[in-house]
Each structure stands twice: as structure tokens, then as C-alpha cells.
């Protein structure tokens, strides 16, 4: 308990509030479909919704859907509204579990927006990378307990909050999940490299981090990257059923036994924030690195073939 509580006290004081997959839809409708659905996540988007909460304080739980079109990419000012969002679940009385997932079709999130790091300068890269410590200690480290509802792509930093969660569910599809930094040129964070050992084992991730891997649902499945699949459309029941039978344990137990799992893995970037950002700042700077990051950007940029 006491190291969760430390965390937010650092958390206050440094006031940080501040292709892999070609998705290709299997018919002309899909994609229509689809293209509408996203338009409509995208003009929300100009209006600033980057994200619906729906609380259900009878139940005790509530569902967080990530809306910030096209593809629910992290940049700073998305990380700080989560953050003050999961800072506001920390202290609700009422709602003892979150549903995380997304609004947005086949994405669950993109990860990383990657012009957070692309020609990166000093002052916002810091910003950007302090946010998503952030983001990381405050759902990592939740005394709440956090249900992932997985209901797209989820690559990098995406990947990321689904393992900072307490379970896991993936829609089934032609969905891929997974670090997959390596592809980028980048080396995964040691904090996401230990969240994923883990969710998974040392074995697992060894090859998964090295390899950039992106798993499909089933393979993600097969070593527990998530913990069910689910058909899309009973995605969100099934969140709700697991997340029922998690509420009705009891909760300082419960609470401690997570704290006492997690501890560790905390303690280790909470000691060393600002050399991390420093790290992530130099080395997101290279030349290298930033040659990486353009070519990449490119690839993604690339028109997409039609699977007509
Ligand atoms: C010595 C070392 C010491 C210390 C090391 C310290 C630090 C390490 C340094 C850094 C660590 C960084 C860790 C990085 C984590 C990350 O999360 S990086 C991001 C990884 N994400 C991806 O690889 C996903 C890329 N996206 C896709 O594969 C696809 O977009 C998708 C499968 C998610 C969705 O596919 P589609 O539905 O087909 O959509 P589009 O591809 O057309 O995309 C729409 C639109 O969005 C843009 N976009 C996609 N992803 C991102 C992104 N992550 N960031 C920014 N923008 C993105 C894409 O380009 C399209 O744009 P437009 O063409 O429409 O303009």
C-alpha cells in the first residue's frame, strides 16, 4: 500500500499534469463501415472528446473508451486528460474497477504517437515522457482494478496499458498485440520490458522484445498475453462479467496482494524518473534513432492497398 501511496506523493510533487498490420477489412462494406465509424471518432476528436467515461455507480465499475481518432495515438495532451481521468478514479469512493478500451473500430491504441518523437525537442520531450510515467505509475500502480477490453490493434505503447491492467480480454479478429519497438529501431523501456516480463515470463519476452513481436489474438492467448478472447460483440459483456466477479473480492486483500506483485516493478522507475526521461531524450535524439522514426513514419504514410 505504502509504495502505491508514495508513487502518487512523487506524482504530486512533480506535477507532470501536465505495419506493421496491414488492417485490411474483409469487404467493400467493412471498410465503409468502418471508415464512417472512424470519421465519427475523428470529429469528436476535433471537439476535444478524446475519451467517454461511463460510470456505473450502482455496479461499482466504470468503462473508459479511448477516442481520440484515427488511432488512439499517446501524445502529451491525451497522457495528461488521462492522467487527471485516473487520478479522479483513484479517489471515487464508488467505483472500485475500470473497463479500459476503446471507441474506435479494430484500434485499441496505436501506441505512442510517434511525432512525440519524431525531430523531438527538450522541454516537450520531457513533458510528453514524464505524462506517460505517469500514466504507467497511476495504472500500473491502482489500487482499483483495471479490465483491458481489447478490441483492436494494440502495438508498443498500447500494448503497454493493456499489461498495466489486471486482466485481459481480445476481441477475436486479425488483431495484433505486442512490444514491437525493436521494428522501430528503438529499444522497449526497461519499465515496459518488466510490465511485459511479468504478464508473460522472461523466456517469452526475451524472444517477444527482440523479435519486435506482434501476436494475434490466439497467439497472444497461447502465453498469456491476454487472459481471454471474446467475439466483438460480446466483448464489453464479458469485461463486465469478469469485472463483477473481481468486485466481489475482498477488497483491502485484494488490494494488498496486487501491491505486493507489482511493488517491485514500481519502486524501480519511481527511483529514477528523471534519468529515464534523460534517457529517453538522448536517445530519441540520435541520429539514428531519428532516421529510424522517419522511415518508419513513411511506411505508415504509404498508401494502402485495397483488399478488393
Ligand atoms: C541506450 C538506450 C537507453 C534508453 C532507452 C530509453 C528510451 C527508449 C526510447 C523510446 C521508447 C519509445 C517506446 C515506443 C513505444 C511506442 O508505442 S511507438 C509506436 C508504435 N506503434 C506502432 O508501431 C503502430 C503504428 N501504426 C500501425 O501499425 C497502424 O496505424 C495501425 C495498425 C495501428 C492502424 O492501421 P490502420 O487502421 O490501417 O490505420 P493507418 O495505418 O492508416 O493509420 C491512420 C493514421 O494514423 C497514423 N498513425 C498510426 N499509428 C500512429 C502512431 N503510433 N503515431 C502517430 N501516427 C500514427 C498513420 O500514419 C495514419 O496517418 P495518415 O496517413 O492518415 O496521416
Redesign the pocket.
Known amino acids: 500500500m505504502s509504495i502505491i501511496k508514495s508513487a502518487f506523493r512523487v506524482l504530486r510533487f512533480g506535477s507532470a499534469k501536465n ?5 485490411e477489412s474483409k469487404t467493400c462494406r467493412a471498410f465503409s463501415v468502418c471508415n464512417k465509424l472512424r470519421q465519427d471518432a475523428s470529429d469528436a476528436n476535433a471537439s476535444k472528446i478524446n475519451f467517454y467515461v461511463d460510470e456505473n455507480k450502482e455496479k461499482g465499475y466504470a468503462i473508459l473508451k479511448l477516442n481520440k481518432g ?2 488512439n ?2 501524445n502529451l495532451e491525451f497522457l495528461t486528460e488521462l492522467n487527471i481521468q485516473l487520478e479522479k478514479f483513484e479517489e471515487s469512493k464508488e467505483i472500485k474497477g475500470v473497463i479500459l478500451t476503446s471507441s474506435i473500430p ?2 485499441f491504441s ?6 512525440e ?1 519524431y525531430q523531438i525537442k527538450q522541454d516537450r520531450g520531457s513533458q510528453f515522457w514524464t505524462a506517460l510515467q505517469e500514466t504507467w505509475i497511476k495504472l500500473y500502480g491502482s489500487n482499483k482494478i483495471y479490465i483491458a477490453a481489447i478490441n483492436g ?1 494494440s ?4 500494448c503497454l496499458l493493456s499489461i498495466s491492467c489486471d486482466y485481459r480480454i481480445m476481441s477475436k479478429g486479425p488483431y ?1 498485440i505486442g512490444l ?2 525493436t ?2 529501431g ?4 526497461f519499465w ?1 520490458r518488466d510490465t511485459m516480463i511479468n504478464t508473460i515470463g522472461y523466456r517469452e519476452t526475451e524472444k517477444a522484445l527482440q523479435l519486435g513481436k506482434l501476436y494475434s489474438s490466439e497467439e497472444a492467448l497461447a502465453v498469456n498475453l491476454v487472459d481471454e478472447l471474446a467475439d466483438s460483440k460480446d466483448l464489453i459483456t464479458k469485461a463486465e462479467e469478469q469485472m463483477s466477479k473481481w468486485c466481489a473480492i475482498p477488497t483491502v486483500a485484494r488490494e494488498l496482494t496486487k501491491s505486493s506483485m507489482r511493488r517491485d516493478t514500481l519502486s524501480k522507475l519511481i527511483a529514477q524518473r528523471e534519468a ?1 526521461t534523460q ?2 531524450i538522448e ?2 535524439q540520435r541520429d539514428s534513432i531519428q532516421k529510424s522514426l522517419r522511415m ?2 513513411e511506411s ?2 504509404k498508401p ?1 492497398k485495397s483488399s478488393a
Open positions: 505495419q506493421l498490420f496491414s488492417l484515427p488511432v495515438s499517446l479494430n484500434i496505436a501506441g505512442l504517437d510517434i511525432m518523437m490493434h502495438p508498443a505503447g498500447g495484433k514491437n519497438e521494428l522501430l528503438i529499444k522497449a523501456p515496459f529515464d534517457s529517453f536517445f530519441t518508419y513514419l505508415l504514410k494502402k
